[in-house]
Nanobody, 115 residues
Framework: VQLQASGGGLVQAGGSLRLSCAAS????????MAWYRQAPGKQREFVAS???????SYVDSVKGRFTISRDNAKSTVYLQMNSLKSEDTSVYYC??????????WGRGTQVTVSS
């Protein structure tokens, strides 16, 4: 499975960005698609996830501001990020996991929020 993320960039605090991640290759039995992020000097942290059935989960710090969605036909997951804060500045990584539990990571995309 290959994951191609896009949509990162530089935005002012309070602004919005939409990240996309398209999966290709042997994408059968992909259940969970998710976003993680890693700021400089910090551990990678969970941001949001969505199952093939549409069940979502978010880290508390982004609830009400970020929305994860998924287009199963396109094998693509999106992360709509609104009301961005400087602390959202990170490299954002796409992740997917098969029913078997085997997971795949994509290359990160940089999100920088200027205050």
């Amino acid at each position: 499975v290959q994951l191609q993320a896009s949509g990162g960039g530089l935005v002012q605090a309070g602004g919005s960005l939409r990240l996309s991640c398209a999966a290709s290759g042997s994408i059968f039995s992909i259940n969970i698609m998710a976003w993680y992020r890693q700021a400089p000097g910090k551990q990678r942290e969970f941001v949001a996830s969505i199952t093939s059935g549409g069940l979502t989960s978010y880290v508390d710090s982004v609830k009400g501001r970020f929305t994860i969605s998924r287009d199963n036909a396109k094998s693509t997951v999106y992360l709509q990020m609104n009301s961005l804060k400087s602390e959202d500045t990170s490299v954002y990584y796409c992740y997917c996991r098969r029913d078997s539990g085997f997971g795949y990571w994509g290359r990160g995309t940089q999100v920088t929020v200027s205050s």
